[in-house]
């Protein structure tokens, strides 16, 4: 069964305190990790596509990496405008592309 | 700008009752997805249409019916609303097999 486990559930950070959120997953055949951030009352954003170990997206003070089993989302001096949920997801290993989604880490950042 | 269109945003309904969650994509993608959001649960799959002409349950199907009207339209129907159907119903669409999702933005309901 496809799994995705993301890690921690609640993270506070202070302001340029910079930190790592993880996305663990079990799928045979990645076909690709995907990372949004989701504001509260908003659906789910886009952010990055990563699809083979090795390989690292960056977007402002967000980078997220890939490894065989986890993938990670590093936030560099974040400010409190980077408060959100991020969420990971993977496509299912069958036929279908229907998304696991993990149960995200809901990040505060404080002033 | 293109994307993924719900209506409505807010709904109220009393137990009993029945409503169509509506959900419309100008990608011209062929899968979409209907999710449901609930504290501490995540996102958790109702039902999907992976191209025009299918529908397959998903995680959570129970009390929830779905219509792929054309390729463009994806509707969801409470056909009893309960108590545990209040949540936060989220509409996406992809290309079928690469890329990734993009999502409405979202459907608050409440069953009374």
């Known amino acids: 069964e496809d799994q995705v486990t993301q890690s921690p559930e609640a993270l506070r950070l202070q302001e340029g305190e910079s930190s790592s959120l993880n996305c663990s997953y079990t799928?045979?055949?990645?076909?690709?990790l995907f990372w949004y951030r989701q504001d509260p009352g908003k659906g789910p954003e886009f952010l990055f596509t990563?699809?083979?170990a090795g390989e690292e997206k960056e977007k402002e003070r967000l980078k997220a990496t890939l490894t065989k089993k986890e993938s990670f989302l590093h936030i560099t001096a974040p400010k409190p405008e980077d408060s959100a949920t991020y969420l990971c997801?993977?496509?299912?290993?069958?036929?279908?592309?229907?998304?696991?989604f993990g149960r995200g880490t809901s990040l505060i950042v404080h002033p | 700008n293109a994307g993924v269109t719900q209506t409505p945003k807010f709904q109220v309904l009393k137990t009993g009752q029945s409503m169509t969650l509506q959900c419309a994509q100008d990608?011209?993608?062929?899968?979409m997805y209907w999710y449901r959001q609930d504290p501490g649960m995540g996102l958790r799959l109702i039902y999907y249409?992976?191209?025009?002409?299918?529908?397959d349950k998903g995680e959570v199907p129970n009390g929830y019916n779905v219509s792929r009207l054309n390729k463009r339209e994806f509707s969801l129907r409470l056909e009893s609303a309960a108590p545990s159907q209040t949540s936060v119903y989220f509409c996406?669409?992809?290309?079928?097999?690469?890329?990734?999702?993009?999502f409405g933005s979202g459907t608050r309901l409440t069953v009374v």
């Open positions: 996406a669409s992809s290309q079928q097999g690469r890329g990734g999702y993009t």
């Open positions: 997801a993977v496509p299912s290993s069958g036929g279908s592309y229907i998304p696991t």
């Open positions: 249409s992976a191209s025009e002409g299918t529908t």
């Open positions: 990563l699809y083979s």
């Open positions: 990608m011209n993608h062929n899968s």
């Open positions: 799928v045979s055949g990645l076909r690709g």
